[in-house]
Nanobody, 120 residues
Framework: QVHLEEAGGGLVQAGASLRLSCAAS????????MAWFRRAPGKERENLAS????????SYADSVKGRFAISRDNAKNTAYLQMNSLKPEDTAVYYC?????????????WGQGTQVTVSS
């Protein structure tokens, strides 16, 4: 089993930056990939960014490319999401997720979510 603990959300003004963190505990030796998602009111969940625990490759949604950056700290089993130039439309609950090792990448473990609110 794996437990994910998110931190770093809050209320900021447009143009500000925030850094979210997601600490994994438990069976962390089996991490394949970690990702950040968000869900805004009335919208579907969106996969923002992901990072491989094996080779450090990253991927981003077009909506955040160039503004958000995902990174990891293997020693701390923690993934980060640096969010710059925040916009009101970035307001959402942000979730981290973990895909354990396997043939397919399936995000089996989820954090509780952290609220990010961007005021105009």
């Amino acid at each position: 089993q794996v437990h994910l603990e998110e931190a770093g959300g809050g209320l900021v003004q447009a143009g500000a930056s925030l850094r979210l963190s997601c600490a994994a505990s438990g069976r962390t030796s089996s991490i394949k990939r970690m990702a950040w998602f968000r869900r805004a009111p009335g919208k579907e969940r969106e996969n923002l960014a992901s990072i491989s625990w094996i080779d450090d490759t990253t991927s981003y949604a077009d909506s955040v490319k160039g503004r958000f950056a995902i990174s990891r700290d293997n020693a701390k089993n923690t993934a980060y999401l640096q969010m710059n130039s925040l916009k009101p439309e970035d307001t959402a609950v942000y979730y981290c997720a973990l895909a354990p090792l396997g043939i397919s990448t399936v995000y089996s473990y989820w954090g509780q979510g952290t609220q990010v609110t961007v005021s105009s």
